[in-house]
């Protein structure tokens, strides 16, 4: 495959203001999609722009619009609306083209461009790579005549059609009356949505992370800082707490005693729950090579598979659309129901959690262990530009190393970073001390070589 010049593993994504995420680059992002998402010149093209609470969205967005339109290309604002809403109003709009602004779970000096076909889904490597090639040529070629530029138009109720389609993921018979539920917005994309939908199933909510103001999400809360979340779980003593990354596709969640819930257990929570209502399809689920050994031995235990893929929802996507599998994710909360959404939901996955804690009349600290993790260690290595360390003989002798000593009793799992010039060592296995050995010896060699 070709080498990237713009795009990483999850679209366009950088530092605010410096190359790639500026907004020449937006703009060109816009007329180079532009021209390859106009399949029929006989109608009017569309696509529609989300973001979140970035103080750098009001530079991406009028950029990408002026590169729209100036194609000739109609466009539709949403505002502030989570990234699987984006995915969603694609597909039910019948728009040609989406695009999330969103850096996800960074911090707020990043931002970045996430772009969805009119099927709702993330676009394939090759359409990226088709784009990359667009954004490089001289762009005044297949401008639109001055009769026909393209229109903006803001949507005033996109936020209540997403409340809508995320309530009727809930199972109708039930409701979440009389339960406590903490909700962590990360001052992001779902700051009004996500409190919305919890409300009004029936849930007396508590708000953390709905304040935005540009330079606030993602600060100290949020799923990358659950302990915003536990505390408030702990001091309004709530039956669980739930936590949404900047664009809400990921999720973590925590029971009524603070402990926290990683990707790994609501899979299995929800895995555990459809397949004994027949709801689960594919015969198993679909998760990355960094999901925990104790995952995979909880579906082995239920005589259902677990397939893995590289890092990455949009590889976890591709492997269930192909396998006809309904559940996938990652272990950082990246939760894929493709029953009701067509990338990670965080919010959606949560209400399956809740529906599973209703019906189960337990307490959520029940529910929260579905499996014992093996333990798993993980090291990050820098290295420098250019280099190749893992094609050093020594790096590739301590892995084959640690995978003979392990013995079948575990995984060893060492690549690259997608995004940054880091080798990330990882071990897991029943035994801590000689994880811990492993991924020390091995992350030692890759030191030397790098």
């Known amino acids: ?41 006989g109608r009017r093209h569309l696509v529609v722009i989300g973001k979140d609470t970035r103080l750098s969205g009001y530079m991406i967005e009028p950029a990408l619009v002026a590169g729209f339109t100036s194609m ?29 602004i969103s850096a996800s779970h960074n911090a707020y000096t990043d931002n970045g461009i996430k772009l969805f076909g009119p099927d709702g889904y993330k676009l394939s490597d090759e359409r990226e790579l088709e784009i990359e090639a667009h954004m490089d040529e001289g762009l005044q070629e ?3 005549a001055a009769d026909g530029l393209g229109r903006v138009q803001r949507v005033d109720d996109a936020q209540a059609r997403y409340v809508e389609i995320a309530k009727a993921s809930f199972p109708r018979h039930l409701n979440l009356n009389g339960l406590r539920v903490v909700i962590d917005c990360a001052n992001g994309a779902a700051y ?48 669980i707490g739930i936590a949404l990354d900047g664009d809400a596709d990921r999720v973590a969640i925590c029971d009524e005693k603070g402990q926290v819930v990683d990707g790994d257990q609501i899979m299995a929570i929800i895995a555990g729950a459809w397949a004994a209502e027949d709801r689960l399809s594919g015969g198993g689920i679909v ?27 949009r590889a976890v996507m591709e492997r269930m659309r192909g396998g006809g599998f309904n559940l996938g994710g990652e272990q950082s909360g990246h939760v894929i129901l493709s029953d009701f959404s067509t990338t990670g939901d965080g919010l959606i996955a949560a209400l399956q959690v809740l529906a599973v804690l209703v019906q189960s009349g337990k307490p959520m600290s029940a529910l929260a262990r579905q499996f014992e993790p093996v333990p798993q260690t993980l090291e990050n290595v820098r290295f420098a530009k250019g280099g190749k360390p893992l094609e ?25 970073s997608g995004t940054e010039p880091l080798i990330r060592v990882m071990a897991e296995g029943d035994d801590k001390a000689l994880v811990d050995q492993l991924v020390k010896d091995i992350a030692g060699a890759v030191k030397a070589a790098a």
């Open 392 to 416: 050093n003989e020594k790096v590739k002798a301590a892995i084959a190393e640690a995978e003979a000593r392990l013995n079948g009793s575990g995984r060893v799992l060492v690549r690259a």
């Open 192 to 239: 009004k949505v996500a409190p919305a939908v919890l409300y009004e199933l029936g849930a007396e909510v508590l708000k953390v992370g709905v304040d935005p103001n540009g330079f606030n999400i993602n600060g100290d809360c949020g799923s990358t800082h659950p302990e915003s979340m536990v505390a408030a779980v702990r001091e309004y003593r709530a039956d």
């Open 72 to 100: 000739g290309m109609d466009v539709r604002l949403f505002g502030p609306l989570p990234t699987p809403a984006v995915a969603m109003m694609t597909r039910s709009m019948r728009a040609d083209l989406g695009v999330m």
């Open 1 to 41: 495959m070709s080498k990237r010049k713009y795009f990483g593993t999850d679209g366009i994504r950088g530092l605010a203001n410096s190359h790639p995420m500026t907004a020449e680059v937006a703009l060109r992002v816009g007329l180079a999609a532009g021209k390859l998402f106009r399949r029929d010149h």
């Open 287 to 313: 998760a990355t090579v960094m999901s925990n050994l104790g995952l995979e031995r909880f579906m082995t235990d239920k005589g259902l598979k677990l397939e893995r893929t590289p890092v990455g929802d």
């Open 142 to 144: 297949g401008l639109a």
